[in-house]
C-alpha cells in the first residue's frame, strides 16, 4: 500500500508509464511463473542523489552484464517532475554519483581495466550542460566517493594510498633490484586481518581524507592528503562554512579487546589537530551536520552493560562536542534497519543519512518487516511515519531544506523503483521503471502475514508465500527458510528465491523468530548464550501452525537457511525427524572452529562467555557437529570457497565429512571464489545454480523427481 497520491500525482505517473513506453498488463492466461533465470533480466537501483534544487535525481543503474558473470553498473539521471524517462549518462563500471552544489557537474567513481585487470576506482568528472568525463585522481590505492564543498571548490574523498605508494609514481622500478620488489608475504600481528569479500587488510595503508581543488572549467588541482597517522577515516561530509571536515573513526589499533566504538571528528580543512565532534558509549553510524553547522544527527548503537549479543540502533542528535541525546530511547524498534532479502542492488550504494527539517530528523526504521522513513520531533521525540505500506524503503536523500526526498522502494512484487517523495504533502511519485517489461509477464503475489503462539506463549510474526493460483483445502509441500544474523529479520521486500520457491509449488515460510531485530531490544537480546535454542522452537511452532492451518503436507517439508539461518538449519536436523530434506548454506557447525577463523573476533562476551578453551562444554553444546550422529535428514551443505565470515572448515565441510562417515544422504556444493554474499551480490550464474541445487535437493526427496547428479558416481 502506497502513501495516497493527488490527482495530479496520479497524472504524472501515467503520463510517465506512456514516455518509458510500460507495456499493458498481460492478462491471467498471458502471465507465467517467476524463473531462477529471470535474474539475469533484473535491473537495480542503487545510490540515489537528489540534486540540492530538486528538479533531477541521479543514480546507478546495476544489472547482468553480458558474460552473465559480473554486473555493469552505470550513472543515469531522471528530472523529477517524471515527464521525461530516466536516460544514461555513463556506461560499464561507474559509480557513486554526487552532484555539485551548483548542479553544473556530477562527480562519480570509475573503474578502468589495465593489462585485463580493473584498477582501483578514480574520481571522475562530468560536466552536465554537455561534454566527455575526465579523471580527477590517479592514486595508486584508489578514491572514495565524493563530497562536495559547499561552494563547489573542493572535493573531499578517502583513499588508502602512502607515502610510500607517491614515491613509486616519481620513480621507475628496476626488477633487478631487491629494494624494489615488493614483498607478498604477510606479517600478520592483529586478530582482524581479513574481511570477508574485502580480501586481506593492510593496516600500513588506512584510508585517510583527502581533497582536490575543481576549477570553475572542471580542471583539477593534485589530490592532497588532510590526515596521517594509522587509523582510518570514512564517510567525509564538510561543514556548512567548508572550514572543517567531519568523519568517522575508531582510534584504536585493536579495537576487538573493547566494546565496539566509533565516532565522529573534524579536521580543518586544510589539516590540522582532529576534534571530536559527536563520541557515545558505542559505534556511531552515518551522520549528518545540522544546516547551522552547530549539530549532528546520527544513527548510534548503544553498548548494553552487561555486554549484550544484540544492541538495538537509536537516533541521537547533539551540538558538536557536547554529550547528545538519544531521540529514539522510547521507540523500541531499530533505527535504519533494513529487510533481509536477495534483491538490493549487488553493486552501489545504498545512502540513509539522517536527514534535518526545522523542528525534526528523518530516518528509516525498520518495525515488524517493514521499513520506512519517520520523522522524529526534536522536542518531544514523537516519532510519526513519513512513509507506510507493506515496504522496504531501501535507501535515500533529501535536497537541503528537507523538502523533496528521491527514494528507492522495494516491495514484494516490485525489485525497485526511484521515488520523489514531497515531505510536506506526503505525496509521491515514481520516477523509473526499469523492471516494468519483465514484471509484466510474471505472476508474482505479496506473502500472507501471520502471528503465531510459540512454546512459551511469546507472540512470533511470519511471511508464507503461497504458489500462484494456491487452491484452498490441498496440502503443499513445505519449505522453511530461515534468515541469517541471527539479529536480522524478513520484511516486506522482494525476495527472489522466495518467490520461485512458490513458483514451483512450494508453500514456503519465512518468520522471524526470537532473536531477530525490528521487534524490540528484548526481543533481539534474547538469544544471548541460547544460540541455537529457543529460536529453533519458535520456527518449528511456526510450522506446527501451517500444518493445524492445513495448508501443508506434513510428510514433505524442507527446511533451508543461511549463515545464520544455515547455523539454525544444522540445528533443526540434529533436534527432529520431521523434515524429508535440508540445505544448509554458508553454515557454522563447530563453534570453536568458527571462533578461531572468521573474518571478525568475538572476544566480547557477546555470544558465548568466553574463549573455545574457557567454555568448551558451551561451545561443544550449541554446536550441531557434537550432534551429528543423530542426523537422519538428507542434507546438502552450499559453501562459497572465499567464504571468510563462515568458514567452509568450520561448517558445511564437517557436516559433509561426518554424515559421509556415517552413510548418510548427503551431499557439499562448493562455488569457486564466491564470498558469503553468495545470495545477494555473487557472480549471477552461481546465484542462479544455487537456486537450482536448493531445489533440485527438495524436488528429489519431497516430490521424487530427479536428483541424478547428487548420486554417487
Not at 511515519?385 to 516490485?414: K, W
Amino acid at each position: 500500500m502506497l502513501v495516497p497520491r493527488s490527482a495530479l500525482g496520479a497524472a504524472f505517473v501515467s503520463a510517465f508509464a506512456l514516455v518509458v513506453g510500460t507495456p499493458p498488463a498481460a492478462t491471467g492466461a498471458d502471465k507465467r511463473t517467476i524463473s531462477e533465470t529471470d535474474l539475469f533480466r533484473f535491473v537495480w537501483v542503487a545510490d540515489p542523489q537528489i540534486s540540492s534544487d530538486g528538479t533531477r535525481v541521479a543514480f546507478v543503474r546495476v544489472s547482468v552484464n553480458k558474460k552473465k558473470e559480473g554486473y555493469d553498473t552505470a550513472i543515469w539521471i531522471v528530472s523529477s517532475d517524471g515527464r521525461e524517462p530516466a536516460r544514461a549518462l555513463t556506461n560499464g563500471t561507474d559509480t557513486s554519483p554526487r552532484f555539485s552544489p551548483d548542479g553544473r557537474w556530477l562527480a562519480f567513481d570509475r573503474v578502468v581495466e589495465k593489462d585485463g585487470k580493473p584498477q582501483p576506482p578514480q574520481l571522475w568528472l562530468l560536466p552536465l550542460q554537455g561534454g566527455e568525463a575526465r579523471a580527477l585522481t590517479e592514486l595508486p590505492k584508489g578514491a572514495g566517493a565524493a563530497a562536495w564543498s559547499p561552494d563547489g571548490s573542493t572535493i573531499a574523498f578517502t583513499s588508502g594510498t602512502s607515502d610510500k605508494d607517491l614515491a613509486k609514481l616519481d620513480k621507475k622500478p628496476d626488477p633487478d633490484k631487491d629494494e624494489d620488489r615488493e614483498s607478498d608475504v604477510r606479517v600478520v600481528t592483529r586478530a582482524v586481518y581479513r574481511l570477508n569479500g574485502a580480501g586481506y587488510l593492510d593496516p600500513t595503508r588506512p584510508a585517510h581524507v583527502w581533497t582536490v581543488a575543481v576549477a570553475p572549467d572542471g580542471s583539477a588541482s593534485k589530490p592532497r592528503r588532510v590526515t596521517t597517522g594509522g587509523f582510518a577515516e570514512n564517510n567525509p561530509k564538510w561543514s556548512p562554512d567548508g572550514n572543517r571536515i567531519f568523519f568517522i573513526s575508531n582510534r584504536k589499533k585493536e579495537p576487538y579487546y573493547d566494546a565496539p566504538d566509533a565516532n565522529v571528528y573534524s579536521v580543518p580543512a586544510a589539516g590540522g589537530e582532529l576534534e571530536l565532534a559527536a563520541d557515545i558509549d558505542g559505534p556511531i553510524g552515518d551522520f549528518s551536520l545540522s544546516p547551522d553547522g552547530r549539530r549532528v544527527a546520527f544513527v548510534g548503537t548503544l553498548n548494553g552493560k552487561p555486554v549484550r549479543s544484540y544492541n538495538q540502533p537509536d537516533l541521537f542528535a547533539a551540538e558538536l562536542g557536547k554529550p547528545p541525546t538519544n531521540l529514539t530511547a522510547a521507540y523500541d524498534f531499530d533505527v535504519d534497519g533494513g529487510a533481509a532479502g536477495d534483491q538490493r542492488a549487488p553493486r552501489g550504494g545504498q545512502p540513509a543519512p539522517p536527514v534535518w527539517t526545522k523542528d525534526a530528523i528523518v530516518v528509516k526504521t525498520s518495525e515488524r518487516g517493514r521499513v520506512g522513513l519517520q520523522r522524529v520531533d526534536l522536542g518531544s521525540h514523537k516519532v510519526d511515519a513519513l512513509t507506510r505500506g507493506d515496504e522496504e524503503v531501501m535507501s535515500y536523500t533529501a535536497t537541503p531544506d528537507a523538502s523533496r526526498f528521491a527514494l528507492v522502494v522495494s516491495t514484494p512484487t516490485s525489485i525497485g523503483d526511484l521515488f520523489l517523495l514531497d515531505a510536506a504533502s506526503g505525496e509521491r511519485r515514481r520516477l523509473t521503471g526499469l523492471d516494468d517489461a519483465l514484471m509484466a509477464e510474471l505472476e508474482l503475489t505479496p506473502p500472507e502475514e501471520i502471528w503465531y503462539t510459540s512454546f512459551d506463549g511469546r507472540r512470533i510474526h511470519a511471511l508464507v508465500q503461497k504458489p500462484p493460483h494456491f487452491e484452498a483445502g490441498k496440502k503443499y509441500p513445505l519449505i522453511l527458510n530461515i534468515h541469517g544474523g541471527p539479529h536480522a529479520a524478513y520484511g516486506f521486500t522482494f525476495f527472489h528465491e522466495i518467490q520461485w520457491m512458490a513458483a514451483k509449488g512450494y508453500v514456503v515460510l519465512y518468520p522471524n523468530p526470537r532473536g531477530s531485530s525490528a521487534y524490540g531490544q528484548e526481543f533481539g537480546n534474547v538469544i544471548q548464550y541460547r544460540y541455537p535454542g529457543d529460536d529453533y522452537k519458535d520456527l518449528m511452532a511456526g510450522v506446527d501452525d501451517l500444518v493445524k492451518r492445513g495448508l501443508v503436507d506434513p510428510q514433505r517439508m524442507g527446511v533451508t537457511g543461511g549463515s545464520g539461518g544455515g547455523v539454525l538449519t544444522n540445528w533443526t536436523v540434529t533436534q527432529t525427524d520431521r523434515f524429508a530434506a535440508a540445505v544448509s548454506q554458508r553454515s557454522i557447525s563447530d563453534w570453536a572452529s568458527w571462533w578461531y577463523t572468521a573474518d571478525f573476533t568475538l572476544f566480547q562476551p557477546s555470544w558465548f562467555r568466553g574463549a573455545p578453551f574457557e567454555q568448551a562444554a558451551d561451545f561443544a553444546a550449541r554446536s550441531a557437529i557434537t550432534h551429528v550422529a543423530r542426523v537422519k535428514t538428507p542434507l546438502m551443505l552450499i559453501e562459497g570457497e572465499a567464504d571468510w565470515r563462515t568458514p567452509p572448515a568450520g561448517g558445511g565441510e564437517q557436516m559433509f565429512r561426518a554424515l559421509k562417515y556415517l552413510k548418510k544422504p548427503t551431499v557439499m556444493v562448493r562455488f569457486p571464489e564466491e564470498s558469503h554474499e553468495l545470495s545477494r551480490s555473487g557472480r549471477p550464474w552461481h546465484r542462479v545454480e544455487r537456486l537450482r541445487h536448493i531445489l533440485g535437493w527438495f524436488d528429489k526427496y519431497l516430490l521424487g523427481q530427479g536428483g541424478e547428479a547428487y548420486e554417487v558416481e
